[in-house]
């Protein structure tokens, strides 16, 4: 089983958030007597980040390119600010402190 939530790290007219993954492996049985069975455990997965512009709907971060499509009014300084900053949209603290930058034009 696979569970998440969303986990607002940014707001403003701008907003990006992060959906953390948690999945539950359940307990196997020992498949033969010189083996150990395992316990069941939550592994944490992969985390994925969306934005929202103002009402719209939240679209997926699939890469910095896309995100940067999605603000057209600011589009050019996005892009000189991600490659100055060196900003990866795998990494919580750059999407924000790149939502912080969008926000602070309003």
Do not use: C
């Amino acid at each position: 089983m696979i569970w998440g939530y969303l986990d607002m790290l940014d707001g403003g007219k701008a907003k990006v958030f992060r959906k953390k993954m948690v999945g539950f492996r359940g307990a196997q049985l020992a498949q033969t007597l010189q083996s150990e069975g395992t316990p069941a455990k939550f592994q944490e997965l992969q985390d994925f980040y969306y934005y929202q512009i103002g009402d719209s709907d939240v679209t997926k971060i699939e890469n910095m390119k896309s995100m940067i499509q999605g603000f057209p009014d600011r589009k050019d300084e996005l892009n000189s600010f991600v490659k100055k900053e060196k900003i990866s949209h795998r990494n919580s603290e750059d999407l924000d402190r790149t939502i912080q930058y969008y926000n602070s034009f309003q």
